[in-house]
């Protein structure tokens, strides 16, 4: 504990006269789609000499604070063959280790870290901002692109204690940046109007995503995302109301190539309300093994380039609508309630087809399939003014470190 204590007091937030290595920024990533977002800003300054970069993986945030070390080691294990199936060649390290005893990262001499979840139920008090910002620039990026207003803003930015101790706050949208000031309690020069960089890979070359599909593209299949909304608690899922309505039109609609791609905790919501028993979970997946025309996608992996491939997106309310946005194909809004929108999300909303029945979901699908797309214009002219390209997100972050330092 001394020895800690004194070498808190020797280290120190460095300034760019001061440094005569690459600056080190650490990735706190708790879950695989969290590398999603930290591979992108990774991928534009990976050849930059002022940069080199880290992973520290934690345990993901839905894990109850008691949860048995042997269960939280072994996510973070999860997390790490994800990121090695996937090439990543970074340092990684681990937020505890096997026997539960936590890693401090400032033993990694890290002058940036990156968050990317408020949530803190799976952080000791090592990794936790209030601990970290005393020593190290902190960044934060939020984990999915915020559409959705009241509640949910609040969940995730009413958290004066944790966003005090960052020096900068990305936020997807310039309609977003006065709310993120009055929920967090922060001041203007914290926020940064960066744009979303998990985005950025629209603007690289993407690998090609045929085996994501049923069929090869030249097969001329109409290709469809469906994407409820994983929480019952809101009242805007219509996954009980859809799945057998859907699985019946697949069986009868063979034109139709369809993915399925259910929230990481959809299905753990719905078995925990008793929406559904296993019994139900388990008939649903054979449904799908046996129709050629469909699948289910429950990876938490890179899932741009296949929105990239569609033609597309039925959805419940959920960033995803953001993040497929940007590709300019359609989207049918699945909506329950009005006024569920922030002003980004409203901003999008004039884009979407909006539809409150299964009817009119169908009778949309049928003028879409038939190439009747009178919103195209629309998005594109959303795509111009609220996902510009001139400039990737990722390098307004870097660009806005390197001032930092620079100052």
Not at 94 to 101: A, L, M, V, W
Not at 123 to 145: I, S
Not at 274 to 301: H, M, Q, S, V, W
Not at 309 to 324: G, H, V
């Amino acid at each position: 504990m001394i020895l800690r204590k004194l070498r808190r007091l020797l280290y120190h937030k460095t300034t760019i006269k001061q440094h005569d290595k690459p600056l080190k920024i650490l990735f706190l990533i708790q879950n695989t789609p969290m590398w999603n977002i930290a591979k992108q800003i990774y991928l534009e300054g990976k050849d930059d000499p002022f940069f080199s970069f880290e992973i520290m993986i934690l345990p993901p945030a839905h894990l109850k604070s008691d949860a048995k070390v042997t269960q939280l080691f072994e996510e973070i294990k999860n997390t790490h063959s994800f990121l090695d199936e996937n090439g990543v060649c970074l340092p990684i390290h681990y937020s505890i280790n096997q026997k539960g005893k936590p890693l401090d990262p400032l033993l990694l001499k890290p002058d940036i870290i990156f968050y990317f979840s408020p949530y803190s139920s799976q952080r000791n008090k090592l990794t936790r901002p209030k601990n970290l910002g005393r020593y190290a620039n902190l960044f934060y990026v939020n984990y999915g692109f915020l559409i959705m207003n009241g509640d949910v803003e609040s969940i995730v930015y009413k958290r004066k204690d944790f966003f005090q101790n960052f020096n900068t706050i990305c936020v997807e949208s310039h309609l977003l940046k006065q709310t993120v000031l009055d929920l967090s309690g922060t001041t203007p020069n914290q926020i940064l109007v960066s744009g979303y960089p998990k985005l950025d890979a629209y603007y690289k070359k993407m690998h090609s995503h045929n085996s994501y599909w049923n069929f090869p593209e030249t097969y001329s299949k109409y290709r469809i995302i469906w994407n409820p909304r994983w929480s019952v608690k809101q009242g805007t899922s219509h996954f009980t109301e859809y799945i057998h309505l859907i699985i019946d039109f697949l069986t009868k609609n063979q034109t139709i190539d369809f993915v399925f791609r259910p929230h990481p905790n959809l299905f753990r919501d719905m078995l925990a309300h008793k929406l559904i028993n296993k019994t139900d979970k388990k008939n649903i997946y054979a449904k799908f093994d046996e129709l050629p025309n469909a699948r289910i996608d429950d990876a938490e992996g890179d899932y741009l380039s296949a929105f990239a491939s569609s033609d597309l997106l039925i959805s419940d309310i959920s960033s995803l609508m953001a993040e497929y946005f940007p590709t300019g194909k359609p989207i049918i809004y699945t909506k329950k309630k009005e006024k569920l929108f922030n002003n980004i999300g409203e901003a999008l909303s004039s884009g979407f087809y909006h539809a409150d029945s299964w009817d009119i979901v169908l009778a949309t699908l049928n003028k879409l399939q038939a190439g009747d797309d009178p919103l195209k214009k629309i998005r594109n002219q959303i795509i111009k003014e609220h996902f510009p390209c001139q400039s990737t997100s990722s390098n307004l972050i870097l660009k806005h470190i390197k001032k930092i330092y620079k100052e």
